[in-house]
């Protein structure tokens, strides 16, 4: 529950709206207990017969005899000073608030027995009218102290996976993340809105009616609550059992999360391999697993209510039995303890019963928020376990200040380890000088991208030192490397937004005119204008789908234009596009690569040929660099890979 607490701390932070709502969530609760209370009156006043004015005067009359009598037995010989003169105090101080009440009953309440009835019917409707605007009031309070919450902690959830390094998606994936972000917080919502709402206005409809049923005989009312310890011990292991299986249900939920992310992510795929049947049986097993678990917090939460409901009554009938024998009996001792001063009435009993069965009522509806709260529970922890985590890849605390990159990128004995023994890179000596263009070639997996990642900071080396102009990586702020780099990746990126702000990205200062003179530079102009409805104003649909490859390859190289980096990175930046493409982005690219360092991961001989330098890697190493001419004359294995490579693009 450590978690779900610090949850609420950004609700309670609404210092204003929770009082308004304890006030709203009090004058509920009195309402409910006034409303109950107005059985007293029909039945001692109105079903006798008699009107508020007799029924005051024959209080007052009975008070006045009670008076008297202990008035007497004070003065008689031998008088028990300290057992009467309590007793007469209580008479007294008794009729003394008849006496002050008469005049107001007199003056405010009809004289006749029906008349009185209409009254105290009247009154008691007003009260629930009342009684409903509190509720309203109340509910739409804790909604908005619940939402600002959530709000402020779905905020806060993503900021801190924005700071995750890039190993973290990697490793985990995104459809844990997405359960998280979306389940998860909704159950953390759904309990904080319970815990604000009915877990304090219920409970305060029940205070109301044990401090009536107290104020009638509270020794009775101890006698009759004997079994709620009994209650609470059995509700506490339930809660248990309750949480964890409420966690486990969270984690099948992400594992579904997880299923349509890869199905429909790959649908082309699916198809094309006619794997339907298969991916129909994985969710059908995932599926299955969650409601194996929804059954069981099922038949927890079903246990939850015939629970409270038995305790409820038990504690009803122990009072009934106790109570009926005090007043059949005109008794004031239970199993020799003293339960009254004096012996009940039928009248004050019955109020005793009904105060305690309005009670019932209010804990009915505190079993039904019970398996929330647990939920509620399980969700903060899930939700607060990757809010606590610290990125692997961080800043500083005391960060070097750089300038824009002049000198050279250098990479001194650098190993890195995506996790195990195998190492993707090894021993890594490279220097490259500001304006010099670096082609990375090498088989899959020979370690062209892990090295490249190792620039802009997405990973930090197992061993050894990567330098910019000097400084450590590590000692530089992420914000100040990455602001001086452009990346274009094998598979690009769009967000589902206009062709304009895709550009601008990264750049959201950028003119319109800066903006189109990018598209210009990266030959995206006339297709823009010329085959886009709304021109730069197009939206592009989910990741660019609405455009072809070689469109979405030029956006994305308008948006690195615009953002006139130091660093080009480039992964694969061509593979994926048709000849044409590829040609209008090389003619932008023997432009653009000027005064700057770029880094080119191809196998394309075309762009091959805008590379001053050939870095060959192999087993994570680099076996061989130079010239594009010098190492087919050198080198057998960059012979080979060329060959192949031009066999394929031929």
């Not at 509920?28 to 109105?46: E, K, Q, R, S």
């Not at 009359?61 to 031998?78: F, I, K, R, W, Y």
């Not at 006496?99 to 009835?117: C, G, I, N, R």
């Not at 009904?354 to 019932?360: C, D, E, I, Q, V």
């Amino acid at each position: 529950m450590d978690n779900f607490a610090r949850a609420l701390r950004l609700a309670i932070r609404r210092r204003w709206l929770l009082a308004a709502s304890m006030v709203c969530a009090l004058m509920v609760g009195v309402l409910w207990g006034g409303n109950i209370g107005t059985v007293y009156p029909i039945v001692d006043v109105v079903l006798k017969g008699q009107s508020l004015h007799n029924w005051i005067d024959g209080k007052i009359a009975t008070s006045q005899q009670a008076v008297a009598h202990e008035q007497a037995a004070l003065a008689a010989p031998g008088a028990n000073r300290q057992l009467v003169a309590p007793r007469l105090a209580r008479e007294q101080l008794k009729l003394a608030r008849y006496e002050t009440a008469a005049p107001y009953v007199k003056h405010y309440t009809p004289a006749d027995p029906f008349s009185t009835l209409v009254v105290i019917l009247a009154v008691a409707l007003a009260g629930l009218l009342v009684k409903n605007v509190f509720f309203v009031a109340q509910s739409v309070l804790v909604d908005r102290i619940t939402q600002t919450a959530i709000h402020d902690l779905r905020k806060a959830f993503f900021r801190r996976t924005l700071r995750m390094d890039l190993a973290t998606f990697t490793r985990e994936g995104t459809s844990d993340l997405m359960a998280r972000f979306t389940a998860d917080l909704e159950s953390l919502a759904a309990g904080m809105s319970q815990l604000f709402g009915k877990a304090v206005r219920e409970p305060l409809k029940m205070v109301v009616c044990l401090a009536g049923a107290a104020f009638i005989c509270w020794r009775l009312l101890l006698f009759s609550l004997i079994i709620a310890p009994v209650a609470a011990i059995l509700i506490r292991r339930l809660s248990k059992h309750l949480k964890r299986a409420n966690r486990r249900a969270m984690e099948e939920m992400s594992q579904i999360y997880g299923i349509l992310d890869e199905s429909l992510q790959g649908i082309k795929v699916v198809k094309a391999f006619t794997m339907e049947r298969h991916e129909r049986r994985r969710f059908h097993l995932a599926s299955k697993s969650f409601y194996a678990r929804s059954m069981r917090i099922a038949w927890y939460d079903a246990l939850t209510h015939p629970l409270t409901e038995s305790m409820g009554m038990l504690t009803i009938f122990l009072a009934m039995l106790a109570g009926a024998y005090l007043v059949i009996g005109q008794r004031t001792h239970l199993l020799g303890i003293r339960m009254t001063n004096q012996p009940l009435d039928l009248v004050s009993m019955m109020m005793f019963y009904a105060m305690l069965a309005g009670t019932s009522d209010p804990a009915r509806k505190l079993s039904d928020i019970f398996n929330r709260l647990q939920r509620a529970s399980a969700a903060a922890d899930r939700v607060y376990a990757l809010l606590d985590r610290e990125p692997e890849v961080r800043d500083p605390a005391h960060p070097r200040r750089i300038g824009r990159h002049h000198r050279e990128i250098a990479f001194e004995n650098v190993s890195f380890s995506y996790g195990g023994d195998h190492l993707a890179l090894d021993r890594i000596d490279l220097r490259i000088p500001f304006g010099q263009t670096v082609a990375i070639v090498g088989p899959n997996g020979c370690g062209k991208t892990t090295l490249a990642n190792l620039i802009p900071r997405f990973f930090d080396p197992t061993a050894g030192i990567v330098r910019l102009d000097g400084h450590d990586l590590r000692e530089v702020r992420q914000q100040d490397l990455r602001c001086q780099l452009g990346l274009v990746t094998q598979e690009t990126l769009l967000f589902d937004d206009t062709v304009a702000n895709n550009i601008q990205y990264g750049s959201p200062h950028a003119s319109r005119a800066q903006i189109i003179e990018a598209a210009r530079q990266a030959h995206a102009h006339r297709f823009i204008e010329e085959q886009l409805a709304n021109g730069y104003d197009t939206v592009v649909g989910p990741k660019g789908g609405r455009l072809s490859g070689g469109q979405r390859q030029r956006i994305a190289l308008a948006r690195a234009i615009l953002r006139d980096p130091a660093i080009l990175i480039l992964d694969e930046a061509t593979s994926q596009i048709d000849t044409e493409s590829e040609r209008l982005i090389q003619r932008v690219l023997e432009q653009f690569v000027r005064n700057r360092t770029t880094i080119i991961i191809t196998h394309r001989p075309a762009t091959l040929a805008l590379a001053q330098r050939v870095l060959v890697m192999d087993r994570g190493r680099i076996v061989a660099q130079g010239s594009h001419d010098e190492l087919l004359a050198c080198s057998d294995f960059y012979g080979r890979l060329h060959q192949l490579e031009f066999r394929e693009s031929a």
